[in-house]
């Protein structure tokens, strides 16, 4: 059956992640994947952990196998709004929280109550795929500002917003990643996101803080959460605990005004009615139990390793015009290779003849561009497959520089 002429026509925006494709190759033995985004899976809760949280569970009777409040379980926002305070410098009253499933959904809840068809959006170049994919269904216009190793460029950015509001137009919001971003590996400098706030509060325009990396620094590094200096309550925060506890657990939370927090909240009673009550009790335990706390340096130190080595393997063996972002902490490195070569055609080959992968760079950029960009993930490989693939991968971007 014809089965296409029944959909919604807004599913021509809906595109396969390559990033959730490439995930696939992460299972395969044979391929060394530098695709996917996953954690260091030693990195994830450890047996005796496991049993802690199934011990926690069971002590609560039937709370946990019940619905919960949309919000999120109270004693979870009280544990978020104290964890915001102390490890994020953010203050937030429990009512200015929403418990989320994964920061995924608060992209979606975001790109529903915010994004109406032709708004302009601004993203940095390169952005976060699978929040370029949560609004496009809302069919938006955007602005990407390329960036340099202190983040957006904000003067780029500026003439943006100049000829916006010379043609009697103003962007609804600006996407950003500022800290480790996904997926260049990028952290904004603190002079310029006091700039972008002020640029926010000039132009009127509000920003989607996301911040799944930014307890995950393994260089020395100075900065504040914009949240934490929005003085205008102009940022909304959002962050998770899939890459500091576990992503299958799929919770995350939202810090922002309470009177935005109230429409996440309606948003989210029709799309899921409230997160997963086990995993929010999960959570609380490693909360109240300082697993995250305790389990944070190690993979601070695990990821800094292998960061490293990768880096400097790099450096070593890919082709000196190519250039590779050096981050401060997170979990991707980028890369831009000679302009003649395009990451996305040479992927199956080395795939195929390397057993390696990488995230061609192209789908991360809303102007279309980036095709000689890649994106290597450094936490989930171990440091064995990490001298093997890069060494596989310089010689198939050797190859292919001979041939273009
Ligand atoms: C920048 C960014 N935002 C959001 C997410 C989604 O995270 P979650 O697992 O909380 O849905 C990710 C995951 O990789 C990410 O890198």
Redesign the pocket.
């Known amino acids: 059956m014809d089965f296409y002429r029944f959909l919604a026509s807004r599913t021509d925006r809906m595109k396969a992640s390559e990033?959730r494709e490439l995930v696939k190759y992460s299972r395969r033995k044979d391929i060394i994947s530098f695709g996917g985004?996953l954690p260091d899976p030693a990195s994830l809760p450890s047996k005796e952990e496991i049993v802690s949280a199934i011990e926690f569970i069971s002590s609560l009777g039937d709370r946990a196998f019940q619905y919960s409040p949309t919000s999120g379980v109270p004693e979870l926002k009280t544990e978020l709004a104290k964890f915001c305070r102390d490890k994020l410098d953010i203050k937030a009253s429990e009512d200015e929280i929403i418990v989320?499933?994964?920061?995924?959904?608060?992209?979606d809840i975001s790109s529903r109550i915010l994004i109406n068809q032709r708004d302009y959006i601004i993203t940095e170049l390169p952005?976060?795929i699978?929040?370029v994919q949560a609004f496009n269904l809302m069919r938006p216009n955007y602005l990407g500002v390329p960036m340099d190793q202190d983040g957006m460029k904000l003067e780029c950015l500026e003439r943006s917003l100049r000829m916006l509001r010379e043609n009697g137009l103003k962007p609804k919001f600006l996407y950003t990643?500022p800290t480790c971003?996904?997926?260049a590996g990028i952290s904004m400098s603190m002079d310029r996101r006091k700039h972008l706030l002020e640029l926010a509060s000039k132009y009127d325009f509000i920003i989607l803080e996301?911040?799944?990396?930014s307890q995950i620094i393994f260089k020395q590094f100075y900065f504040k959460r914009l949240k934490s200096i929005d003085s205008e309550g102009r940022v909304i925060y959002?962050?998770?605990?899939?890459?500091i506890y576990a992503?299958g657990v799929?919770?995350?939370w939202v810090v922002a005004d309470k009177s935005i927090i109230n429409f996440y909240e309606l948003a989210k009673q029709f799309i899921d009615l409230c997160s997963s009550s086990i995993n929010q009790y999960i959570i609380l335990h490693a909360l109240q139990s300082n697993l995250i706390e305790k389990r944070i340096p190690l993979i601070v130190q695990r990821y800094k390793k292998k960061c490293e080595l990768m880096y400097g393997l790099l450096k070593e063996m890919m082709p000196e015009d190519s250039v590779w972002t050096n981050p401060v902490g997170g979990?991707f490195i980028f890369g831009w290779l000679n302009e003649k070569i395009n990451t996305k055609k040479l992927l199956i080959d080395v795939i195929e003849k390397y057993g390696v992968a990488y995230v061609p760079g192209a789908s991360f950029f809303v102007d279309g561009t980036g095709w000689n960009t890649m994106r290597l993930n450094f936490s989930f490989p171990d440091e064995e497959q990490i001298k093997v693939g890069i060494e596989r991968l310089s010689k198939a971007v050797k190859e292919e520089a001979k041939k273009v």
């Open positions: 990033v985004g989320v499933t994964g920061s995924q959904q608060a992209l952005t976060y699978a929040a990643i971003q996904n997926p996301d911040d799944p990396y959002m962050s998770t605990f899939s890459k992503p799929r919770i995350g979990m």
